[in-house]
C-alpha cells in the first residue's frame, strides 16, 4: 500500500520533467563541433555565386571586416585584389583548387592583423625652354643707280629644347633647327637688291624664330554593316528566369582581353555564334541566356564581320569592378559593335 502510494507521488513530477528531443540535441552537438573553413584555395562551385564582389581591389583584412558587418555574408574570398561575399559557408559555395589565387574564408574564422600601407610620394619635373632672335645689320650703297646689297650675320643663335632640339646659324645666312621630335625650322639672312638714286641707307632687321610642328594622327575604323550597330544594345537583359545582366561597355572594334582576372583559369571560355540578322538586343539576351545556363557570369558578344554573326564569348567570373571596361582594349579590325555583360548580383 505504502509503495503503490510511493509511485502516485512521483507520477505528477515525471510529467514535468522536459520531453528529451534527439533532433535538437543532435543540432546541438554539431554546433558545438563544428570549425570553421579557414583559408581555402579554390573557385566557386557551379550555381553557388557570389552575391556581392567589393569594387575596389582590398587585402583579406578589409574583406573581412566587410563581412562581418553583413549579416548576409557567411564566408568571403580574397585574391587579386578581389574581396567576394557569400550567403554560405565555405563547404557549400567552394571547389577547392590548389591552382586557384582565391582563398576562402568563413566569416568565424580569425581577423588577421591590419597591414601597414607604405606612404605614397609624387614628385613632378618641369622643362623650361628658352628662345632667342638673330639680327642682320644691312648696308646698301648706290652706284650709278644700281644698288648691291650685302648682309652679314652679326649674332648667330643655339637654343637647346626640353626634347633635345639644336639651333645652328651658319655663316652664309641660313638657319636650320633640327628637334627630336622631327620638326624642322629654317630662318634666312635677308639679301636685296633693288635701283633707287644715289641714296645711303642702313637698317638693323631682327628676326624671330618660327617653329613648325606637324603632327600626324591615323584612325583605322571597322567596316560596320549599315543594320548591325544601328541601335544601341539595352542597359539590362534577362534570361528566361529572370535573371538579369546589366550592360557596362559598348563601344566599336574592340573585344574583351581574355587577361582578366573573370578568366578563371579552371574553366576556360566559351565561345558561341548567334545568327547576324539579330538585334543587339536579341543577341545580348541568348548571349547572357546561354552564359547562364552555363554558370558564367561575364558575357562578350560582339558581331564578327567574317562571318556575318554574332560572337558570344562567355567568361566563368564576374567582371564587375570600376575598371571594368578597361578590359575591353583588343582592337580588333574583324569587330563592328561590342558589347559587356555582367551577372547582376544586386538584391
Known amino acids: 500500500m505504502r509503495f503503490i502510494t510511493f509511485v502516485a507521488a512521483l507520477l505528477p513530477l515525471a510529467s514535468a520533467l522536459p520531453a528529451f528531443d534527439g533532433e535538437s540535441s543532435h543540432g546541438a552537438l554539431e554546433q558545438r563541433n563544428y570549425k570553421p573553413t579557414?583559408?581555402?584555395?579554390?573557385?566557386?562551385?557551379?550555381?553557388?555565386?557570389?552575391?556581392?564582389?567589393?569594387?575596389?581591389?582590398?587585402?583579406?583584412?578589409?574583406?573581412?571586416?566587410?563581412?562581418?558587418?553583413?549579416?548576409?555574408?557567411q564566408s568571403y574570398s580574397v585574391g587579386n585584389g578581389a574581396c567576394r561575399l557569400y550567403t554560405s559557408k565555405v563547404?557549400?559555395?567552394?571547389?577547392?583548387?590548389?591552382?586557384s589565387p582565391y582563398k576562402y574564408y568563413d566569416k568565424s574564422c580569425a581577423c588577421p592583423p591590419k597591414p601597414n600601407k607604405p606612404k605614397t610620394t609624387t614628385t613632378k619635373k618641369t622643362s623650361t625652354t628658352?628662345?632667342?632672335?638673330?639680327?642682320?645689320?644691312?648696308?646698301?650703297?648706290?652706284?650709278?643707280?644700281?644698288?648691291?646689297?650685302?648682309?652679314?650675320v652679326v649674332a648667330s643663335t643655339t637654343t637647346t629644347g626640353a626634347a633635345g632640339s639644336t639651333t645652328t646659324t651658319s655663316a652664309a645666312g641660313s638657319t636650320t633647327t633640327t628637334?627630336?621630335?622631327?620638326?624642322?625650322?629654317?630662318?634666312?639672312?635677308?639679301?636685296?637688291?633693288?635701283?633707287?638714286?644715289?641714296?645711303?641707307?642702313?637698317?638693323?632687321?631682327?628676326?624671330?624664330?618660327?617653329?613648325?610642328?606637324?603632327?600626324t594622327t591615323t584612325t583605322t575604323s571597322a567596316v560596320i554593316p549599315p543594320s548591325v550597330c544601328g541601335?544601341?544594345?539595352?542597359?539590362?537583359?534577362?534570361?528566361?528566369d529572370e535573371i538579369d545582366y546589366v550592360r557596362y561597355f559598348s563601344g566599336v572594334g574592340f573585344t574583351l582581353s581574355p587577361d582578366g582576372p573573370y578568366n578563371d583559369p579552371d574553366n576556360a571560355p566559351?565561345?558561341?555564334?548567334?545568327?547576324?540578322?539579330s538585334t543587339p538586343g536579341e543577341a545580348a539576351t541568348e548571349c547572357a541566356s546561354q552564359a547562364y545556363e552555363n554558370g558564367y557570369f561575364t558575357v562578350d558578344v560582339h558581331y564578327r564581320i567574317s562571318r556575318t554573326a554574332w560572337e558570344c564569348v562567355q567568361y566563368y567570373d564576374s567582371n564587375d569592378g570600376d575598371d571594368a571596361?578597361?578590359?575591353?582594349?583588343?582592337?580588333?579590325?574583324d569587330v563592328a559593335c561590342?558589347?559587356?555583360y555582367v551577372l547582376d548580383f544586386r538584391p
Open 179 to 215: 628637334s627630336a621630335a622631327g620638326s624642322t625650322t629654317t630662318t634666312n639672312a635677308i639679301t636685296t637688291t633693288t635701283t633707287t638714286p644715289a641714296i645711303t641707307t642702313t637698317s638693323t632687321t631682327t628676326n624671330a624664330q618660327t617653329t613648325t610642328t606637324t603632327a
Open 130 to 152: 628658352t628662345k632667342k632672335t638673330s639680327t642682320t645689320e644691312s648696308t646698301t650703297t648706290t652706284v650709278r643707280d644700281v644698288t648691291t646689297t650685302t648682309s652679314s
Open 38 to 73: 579557414c583559408g581555402v584555395n579554390g573557385y566557386n562551385k557551379a550555381g553557388r555565386p557570389h552575391y556581392h564582389s567589393v569594387s575596389y581591389k582590398c587585402d583579406r583584412y578589409e574583406c573581412h571586416n566587410i563581412c562581418q558587418k553583413s549579416s548576409k555574408c
Open 91 to 99: 563547404v557549400k559555395n567552394c571547389a577547392t583548387s590548389s591552382k
Open 325 to 333: 571596361a578597361s578590359f575591353y582594349n583588343v582592337r580588333d579590325l
Open 338 to 340: 561590342s558589347f559587356g
Open 270 to 277: 566559351i565561345t558561341t555564334y548567334i545568327d547576324g540578322t
Open 231 to 240: 541601335m544601341i544594345s539595352p542597359e539590362r537583359v534577362s534570361t528566361p
